[in-house]
């Protein structure tokens, strides 16, 4: 059989994505992204820490980031996300910022966190007043806090779990009813934190209930890889990625997958 008619395969673009040993969600992070372009992931080493400020910082080291990105050099992506909230939110913005650089000297590409991707998103959608969701302890969603103020930010609500084990494995049920909780007063938009806490398909039915963009760490992450691609995302109804879903949000029974 001649195959030749299909004169592929056409050159691949990648993104490669830094993540914690714990991370559990590679096949979200895939949903966001359109044919033609490939995730190239990477953990960063185990140690045994429970999910805390401390493992927050350790994740992040300057070391252990220019590590992970030269073990991607090869596959020569065009942009190197770290995908982890935590880990670029506890150095404030002046720590984010230096991530960043640190990646960028590593590997000669652009690159992005999840918590610089955040403010980015934030600006996209015009909010400056959001509810916040989280999975962590107290502790850490102060520090997400306190980099939100930095950045000129108010939080107006929250929400969150305490946990410091397992977030990947917590339901869809239990994100919506924090954001149910989060929701307080007036707020610009919603935003779930953690790249280990699984979002994809409660966005379009929270905005639908909520009347505010709903943003999440895995959505604002590859969001912003890929917009510097010069491509879109994949998410029908996700305000941050359509935008018709801003003055038009789905209504919950009009998703599939609702539960």
Known sequence: M????????????????????????????????PDGVSLHLTRTPFVPVEVSLDLARLVSEHETLGEAVRALNAVEPEIVAYACTSGSFVGGIAGERAMCEAMTRAGAVPSLTTSGALLSALREVGASRIALVTPYTVSVTQSLEDYLAEAGVQVTGRAYMGLTRHIWKVPYRDVVDMARGAVRGA???????CTNLPTYDVIPQLEA???????????????????????????????LIDQTARQDPVLPEEQEGWA
């Open 2 to 33: 001649d195959v030749s008619f299909l004169g592929g395969p056409h050159p691949q673009r990648g993104v490669g994505v830094v993540a914690p040993f714990d991370f559990a969600l590679d096949r979200e992070l895939w949903r966001w992204v």
């Open 209 to 239: 209930e909520l009347r505010i963009p709903v943003l999440s760490a895995n959505q604002v992450t590859m969001w912003a890889a890929l917009r510097h691609l010069g491509t879109r995302a994949v998410g029908s109804y996700q305000a």
């Open 187 to 193: 707020a610009d938009a919603l935003f779930i934190s």
